[in-house]
Structure formats: structure tokens, C-alpha cells
């Protein structure tokens, strides 16, 4: 008996995701709990584990399709159940039959899998398609838009029911949906539906020019002149298109959104962290040893930024044009921005960071850096943040302005600490380790003066806090 392997729900508010790799291929054998897929949603990428042990028989959605939760999206048979042509007990209904996708623009095409039995091909496939098709009739559906303007305009068919990943494909496109014929349920249009049709665009300028070359009379003979379109091809050569991940656009989608909303206003401080730097010193290889990890300066500026904003709530807010007024937060949820491999950003969040002392905050933000390098993070992790601070610093920055995430009201950035010769409050000269911390904040809810005194106020308590109670135990 095959058991399905389901779209898992990654999140309260999460209703579908999207396969955009499959770790295991059909055929392999698989462990409980060991990775089979990677997911995408409309918050965060995770790597999905196996909820059975066996061989996995057949792959029901395909890299790049989105599907609702709780819809099937393999069968994983029992150790030996499945047999070397890719059959299962039900024999010819197990028969392998992945359709190769419409190749997009940097995508490698996928071969199509091999096998006997063209019909039974045909069969699976239609079953799996028909699978994928009421799946996004759900979740189109559910979004209702099209499918009430359809019904206004007395329209019975499905062709009003248009997927959230059919509708992005469109806008990424910039493909009217008139144009398109479906080849869904009821007519409804499908992502291969738009691809197909912009494949015919791409190929249809490059047949008309050939007709056109081929009916044209041979030129006369002229001498030779200089070929600008030589220069073009030489530069093409040069460029390479990277497609966007899941990530790369969602980021793209929420720092545009973000700027469109927000009043930004921005304003910074130099904090002397020479006293921090001794005491990290001092504790750093102790730390590691016990901790297994290092002991940076994040955690020194979190405990700071935790005890300020609680003093100062108007920062730690919410701009709600609903209620006509801020929503003063009076605990701290910390976001944590994290630059992921191969581009994109992602903020985790420490929820009640306000709680954590200078250890327990160290240990949160290793934990949430980890995890969302690793592809670990569950939608959760990235809710519910108050205030987020971005850590350009180890990369060299020292000055920046950061975008401020939706539903916060300010964002810090975390420059890098350098050693300078200063001038010091008795007129001495020394070397300090300075670093700025520069802050981006909504206009709309706070004034200059209360982002200014908060700024102030933060490099107050670096400078003078001693940490060295909490790091005793690292001596």
C-alpha cells in the first residue's frame, strides 16, 4: 500500500506552496524524516521531510507548480514494494508518466521519463494535470476576484478562475489573459497555457523575418559599412540572465511595497564600542568553546536595543490608519536580517527578545541565522516582528539606509566597528573601536526629535552598560 505524501501546512496562514525542488527522484529509496522536496510560499523556502519510509513511486506535481495544502504530492510504497521499471502493486497505474515541462526563460528543459505504454502514459498524466488543475481552481477560487467579475458578466464558464501563479505568469509576461485559450476544466487557463503562448510569441517574430528575407529581392551591391548590430551581439555576449528565485522576487515585491508606503526618514549615531570590544575579547575563545559558535557584537547591541525600545515604545510600533493611531508594542519580537546564499534577504524573528538575557540573545540570533541559511525557518519564524535590525557591517559598510519592513515603524542598521583615533572627552587622543548605527524610520508615527533621542539614548547604553556579569561564566 503506496502512502501520499502531502503538501504540509507551513504556516497558519499558508494555504498553498510551490515544489521547486525535488530532492529524491522516483525510484530512490527514502527514510522518515529525511528531505524529499523543497517548497516555496508566499513567506519563506523550506526543505520538507518525508512522512514515510520506502521507495518513492511516483512524482504527482512537478518543480515549479503550486499546489494547495493538503494536496498529494508523491507516493512513497513500502521498502521492495516498487520494482525496477517504475511500477508499483497497481501495476500499469504506477506506470511512470512525468510530462516535461515548457522550458522558461533560464530553465533547463526536463527530459520525459521513460517508459512502455503510451495510453497508460496518457492516463497518469491527465490524472496528475487534472489533480493540479482543481488545486489551483481552489485557490483561485478562494482569492474570487476573476471569478466574480465572470459571474457578473454571466459567465458560467471557468475561464474567470484564474490561479495566483497563472496570474503572476501573466503580469511576469505581460500577457493579456483575453488572449489566451484555456485548456483547463471548463476553459480555464493554466500555466502551460501561458507558457505555450509566450513560446509562440517569442518564436513568431524570427518566422517572419525569415518569410520576409526569403520574398525580398537580392540587394544591390554596396560597399562595405560599419555593423552597429555587430557591436550589439558582442555585447550580448557578455550578459547573462539570472532568473529571479522565490525569494529574490518576494523581496523585491515587499521592499517596493514598503517604499510606497512609508514616510522614510533617516538619521545616525557613532557609538563607541571599545568596551564591548574588551570584554568580547575576554570571553570570545572561552564562548566558542562552550557554545560552539563565536561571540559577536550582535548580542551587546540587541540587549541595548531591547531595554531601549521599551523605553521608548513609540519606536517599537505599529502605524494603524484603521484605528487613527500607532499600536505601541510593549514587549520586542527582533527581527534579524540574514543574507542567504546565492542573493535574496530574509528576517527571521526572535520572539519576546525583550526576555533574553545577553547569552539567550547570542544563542537566538545563531539560531534563526542557521536555520534560514539551511532552509529550516517554517512561515512562522517570520511573523509577528515589532523591530528589525540589518548587519551590513561585516561585509564593510559604514554608512547605509535601510528599508523598513511592512508593519514596523523603524529598522537599524548595524555598520562595521573600526579602530580611529579619536579625541576623547578630556581632551586626549586614542584609539577607540567606533561604529555608526544608522536608523530608517515611518515619518507617519514618529517625529525627528523622538528618532533622535532614541539614537542617543541606545549609544548611552552601550557605552555604559557592563556586560561583564553575564559574561563571568566565559572568563
Known amino acids: 500500500m503506496a502512502t501520499e505524501i502531502k503538501m504540509p501546512q507551513l504556516g497558519e496562514s499558508v494555504v498553498e506552496g510551490t515544489i521547486t525542488r525535488w530532492l529524491k527522484q522516483e525510484g530512490d529509496t527514502i527514510q522518515e524524516d529525511e528531505l524529499l522536496v523543497e517548497v516555496s510560499t508566499d513567506k519563506v523556502d523550506s526543505e520538507v521531510p518525508s512522512s514515510a519510509s520506502g521507495t518513492i513511486e511516483r512524482i504527482l506535481v512537478q518543480e515549479g507548480d503550486t499546489v494547495k495544502v493538503g494536496t498529494a504530492i508523491a507516493l512513497v510504497g513500502e521498502g521492495g514494494e516498487s520494482s525496477g521499471n517504475g511500477r508499483g502493486p497497481a501495476g500499469e497505474q504506477q506506470e511512470e508518466a512525468s510530462e516535461a515541462p515548457v522550458q522558461q526563460a533560464g530553465e533547463e528543459q ?9 495510453s497508460d502514459r496518457q492516463a497518469a498524466r491527465a490524472e496528475s494535470e487534472t489533480a493540479g488543475d482543481e488545486a489551483e481552481e481552489a485557490v483561485a477560487a478562494k482569492e474570487g476576484t476573476a471569478s466574480d467579475k465572470a459571474a457578473a458578466a454571466g459567465d458560467t464558464s471557468k475561464r474567470g478562475i484564474i490561479s495566483p501563479l497563472v496570474r503572476r505568469l501573466a503580469d511576469e509576461h505581460s500577457v493579456e489573459l483575453d488572449q ?57 555576449e557578455r ?20 517604499s510606497r508606503e512609508v514616510a522614510r526618514a533617516w538619521n545616525a549615531v557613532e557609538v563607541d564600542w571599545s568596551n564591548v570590544a574588551k570584554l568580547r575579547a575576554q570571553a570570545r575563545e572561552s564562548f566558542r568553546a562552550k557554545e560552539g559558535f563565536g561571540l559577536t557584537y550582535m548580542p551587546f547591541l540587541a540587549k541595548s536595543l531591547c531595554e531601549t525600545l521599551l523605553e521608548m515604545p513609540v519606536i517599537n510600533s505599529t502605524y494603524d490608519p484603521d484605528q487613527q493611531g500607532n499600536v505601541e508594542k510593549h514587549y520586542v519580537n527582533l527581527g534579524i536580517a540574514v543574507a542567504l546564499e546565492g542573493g535574496g534577504l530574509i528576517v527571521p524573528v526572535i520572539k519576546n527578545a525583550d526576555e533574553k538575557n545577553l547569552i539567550g540573545l547570542a544563542r537566538g540570533v545563531y ?46 542598521a548595524f555598520e562595521a566597528i573600526t579602530k580611529q583615533v579619536v579625541a576623547t572627552e578630556d581632551d586626549q587622543i586614542a584609539i577607540r573601536h567606533m561604529g555608526i548605527l544608522d536608523m530608517s524610520w515611518d515619518h507617519r508615527a514618529i517625529d525627528g526629535a523622538e528618532a533622535a533621542q532614541f539614537l542617543a539614548r541606545l549609544k548611552e547604553r552601550i557605552e555604559t552598560s557592563d556586560f561583564s556579569a553575564e559574561l563571568q561564566q566565559y572568563s
Open 110 to 118: 526536463q527530459e520525459p521519463a521513460a517508459d512502455s505504454g503510451e
Open 239 to 258: 550578459e547573462t540572465l539570472v532568473p529571479w528565485n522565490n525569494i529574490r522576487r518576494r523581496t523585491a515585491e515587499h521592499m517596493v511595497a514598503s
Open 367 to 412: 539560531d534563526v541565522a542557521t536555520r534560514a541559511r539551511s532552509k529550516k525557518l517554517t512561515p512562522d519564524d517570520l511573523t509577528d516582528g515589532t523591530f528589525s535590525i540589518t548587519n551590513p557591517g561585516p561585509f564593510g559598510s559604514i554608512m547605509s539606509v535601510p528599508i523598513i519592513p511592512r508593519s514596523q515603524t523603524a529598522i537599524l
Open 180 to 236: 489566451i485559450e484555456g485548456t483547463g476544466t471548463g476553459g480555464r487557463i493554466r500555466k502551460q497555457d501561458i507558457l505555450k503562448f509566450v513560446e509562440r510569441q517569442k518564436a513568431r517574430p524570427a518566422a517572419v523575418a525569415t518569410e520576409q528575407a526569403e520574398a525580398a529581392p537580392a540587394p544591390k551591391e554596396r560597399k562595405p559599412e560599419a555593423q552597429p548590430a555587430a557591436v550589439s551581439r558582442e555585447a550580448g
